[in-house]
């Protein structure tokens, strides 16, 4: 494929959309659409990005025998939805900061302990090149109410086998049913 141009279609509050115009191996001109947490992208390289966007929280209890796992309710598939606690990083934030600001801020829990890094990886790679972090650790305390009204949310501990069973029978973000299945398998 080659890259033709990108044009800005659309700026929301959190999100762009953009025209990607590029040439396929049979020379036809084709428009890919995308969304971006990036403002404004003008040239291929831009698409690329070099900080991640956001990060998401893997975190078990002390003894690491549960695992953290949000229920909640999204609005883009209108339904509620098993993920990893996550959220954006703020300006002037590392990861590990906004890590355990997001956890607070979505489940009134402490990121106590953080025992690894895993990233860069994109959200959705088939339609935004949004990129994440994953920090891994040992969250506790007692749950709380998101401190946001425009999310709704229930944070809840999982043994392997409780999350055995919840994988067979809930709607789940890709990436945490992938990690909770192996997790559950061990």
């Not at 279609?9 to 049979?26: H, L, N, P, S, W």
């Not at 025998?65 to 883009?76: P, S, W």
Request: charged share 30%; aromatic share 12%.
């Amino acid at each position: 494929m080659k890259f033709k141009g990108i044009r800005k279609k659309e700026a929301g509050k959190f999100i762009t959309r953009y025209d990607i115009t590029y040439e396929t191996v049979d020379n036809k001109e084709k428009i890919y659409e995308i969304i971006s947490r990036r403002r404004d992208m003008e040239t291929f390289e831009a698409l690329h990005g070099d900080k991640p966007d956001a990060v998401v929280i893997i975190a078990t209890d002390e003894a690491g025998e549960r695992i953290l796992v949000n229920k909640e309710f999204r609005m883009a598939v209108g339904d509620w939805v098993y993920n990893f606690p996550a959220g954006l990083i703020d300006p002037g934030e590392q990861p590990e900061q906004s890590a355990k600001r997001e956890l607070w801020e979505e489940t009134g829990l402490e990121l106590y302990e953080i025992n690894d890094i895993i990233g860069p990886s994109y959200s959705a790679v088939g339609f935004s090149n949004e990129i994440n972090v994953c920090i891994v650790g040992k969250a506790r305390g007692e749950f709380q109410h998101s401190t946001s009204t425009m999310e709704e949310i229930e944070a809840g501990w999982y043994t392997r086998a409780e999350m055995r069973e919840l994988l067979k029978t809930h709607r789940f973000a890709a990436r945490t049913q992938a990690y909770c299945y192996l997790w559950s398998k061990e």
